[in-house]
Every structure is written in structure tokens, then in C-alpha cells.
């Protein structure tokens, strides 16, 4: 197969006219989203082009501490801006977001690339960092709706939570239809993605190496992969972190100790 095509700086500034549609249609209906728009978009810009200059100094030195720590501090960024959108307390859900991602996507990164990929060297930046990255991503989204929906449906509705306690129900018992709900919330739609891979959509990672000249079957496989991992650590790091953060929240009675949201 030959190689990906490239795009030339002046194309790319092409590309940028697109932002016009959604600018166009966000002042029409007055959304008040143009300048938070034009704001992520030039951060999304910037941080690829620093990403593209250093990705490579790390890929050519590939020293297992030097990529060991790259990816903490992706799961400390991803763990703040979670805890931002959810509009929680940094206190109470810092620590416990920063251990469940951490322990969560080690252990699915370890699996597949230790006993699915086989690789030698399980921390080789050129698959460790972007396939860790894809999960924290993932991993982060999920959060940020699983927090939202449990606590504050918690919120609402604490006389539901009071009356399961004083029926005689421990408090993971009481907790568990919010939970529930939380995961089908959260889950739903990665779910719903993996279920039409393939039919509606090519996924980027499979797009990615198709484009840069792998087999296609390659790809499907390295994509099936993906797509396990990204729906059993989101699975994970979303139960743990509601798991650790709820010991910080109640009380020796059960009882939410402390201010929740911000």
C-alpha cells in the first residue's frame, strides 16, 4: 500500500473554513457557543502541534520512565478536567478519580500489551502512549456522566436513599439503583458505539492505520481490541471511582457527611 497523504499547512487552513457552519448556525440561534467554540478549537490546535513536536523526542528516546510519566500526567489532566464537568468537590473526588484511572487502565494497558499484544517491551512509547490515551479519554467521558447522574440524582432523591436504610438495607444496597443508573448512563453510549462499529463507522485508530498503510485486517484486529478495552476500563474506572469517592462522602451513619457539588 503507499503511504498516507499528506496535508500541505495551506489545505489544512482550508480545512479550518469548515468552522463556519457551526458559527453560522451557534449565532442564529443565539447560543452564546461561538467564542467557547473558537476557544477549544484553538486549543485542540495548539496542544496537537506541541504534541506532534515532542510525541517524537519521546518516541525516539522511548524510555519506559519517560513514558511512565507522560501518562500520569495525562490521568492528572483527565482526572481534573472530570471532576470540573462534573461540578463536584475537588476534596472528596480528586484522589479518589485520579486512583480508580490509574488502577483501571494499568491493568487493562498491562493485559493488552503484555498478554494479547506480547509485546517485549509492555512501555514502548509507539503503543503504550496512544493506546493509553485512548482509554484515559474514554475512561474520562464516562466519569463525567457517571458522577453527574449518581451524585446528584443522590441528591434529589434522598429520601428514596433514607428509606431503604431504615428498611433495614446496608448502604451499598440503598446505593445500588443509583449506581445502576449511573452505569447505564455513563455506558450506554460506548455501548451503543461498539455495537456499530464497522457498520456506520470506522473508528479513528482503525482509519489511522488503514490510511498509514496497514492490512486492513490488521487494523480490524487492533480495533476489536480497542474497543474491548475502552468499554471494560470505562466499566472499571467508573465503578471505582463512585466505590473510593463514596467512602470520603458518608458518614459512620450512611449519611452524606459532606458538601457533594460544588
Avoid at 498491562?110 to 509485546?119: H, N, R, S, T
Wanted: proline share 3%; hydrophobic share 55%; with cysteine.
Amino acid at each position: 500500500m503507499n503511504g498516507v497523504q499528506d496535508i500541505s499547512w495551506m489545505d489544512l487552513a482550508t480545512g479550518y473554513l469548515l468552522l463556519l457552519i457551526p458559527i453560522l448556525v451557534f449565532r442564529y440561534y443565539q447560543t452564546g457557543m461561538i467564542r467557547s467554540t473558537l476557544i477549544a478549537v484553538l486549543r485542540m490546535s495548539i496542544q496537537l502541534y506541541l504534541v506532534g513536536l515532542y510525541l517524537q523526542y519521546i518516541f525516539d528516546l522511548n524510555s519506559h520512565w519517560i513514558n511512565i510519566g507522560w501518562v500520569l500526567i495525562m490521568i492528572v489532566i483527565a482526572s481534573l478536567t472530570a471532576i470540573s464537568r462534573s461540578g463536584l468537590s475537588w476534596k472528596l473526588f480528586l484522589l479518589p478519580i485520579l486512583a480508580a484511572m490509574l488502577l483501571s487502565v494499568f491493568a487493562i494497558d498491562m493485559y493488552f500489551l503484555g498478554v494479547v499484544l506480547k509485546l517485549d517491551y509492555l512501555f514502548d512509547a509507539r503503543y503504550f502512549i496512544p493506546i493509553t490515551g485512548m482509554l484515559i479519554g474514554n475512561c474520562m467521558s464516562n466519569i463525567i456522566i457517571a458522577l453527574n447522574t449518581f451524585y446528584k440524582s443522590l441528591d434529589r432523591a434522598q429520601a428514596q436513599y433514607r428509606f431503604a436504610l431504615a428498611n433495614g438495607a446496608a448502604r451499598g444496597e440503598a446505593l445500588r439503583p443509583f449506581i445502576a443508573e449511573a452505569l447505564r448512563k455513563s455506558l450506554n453510549p460506548t455501548i451503543a458505539t461498539t455495537s456499530v462499529v464497522g457498520l456506520i463507522s470506522l473508528p479513528g485508530m482503525m482509519t489511522g492505520q488503514i490510511l498509514g498503510g496497514s492490512d486492513p485486517a490488521v487494523a480490524i484486529k487492533y480495533q476489536t481490541m480497542i474497543m474491548i478495552t475502552i468499554l471494560v476500563s470505562s466499566l472499571i474506572t467508573t465503578v471505582l471511582s463512585i466505590a473510593v469517592s463514596n467512602s470520603f462522602v458518608f458518614d459512620d451513619m450512611d449519611m452524606p457527611a459532606k458538601k457533594i457539588l460544588h
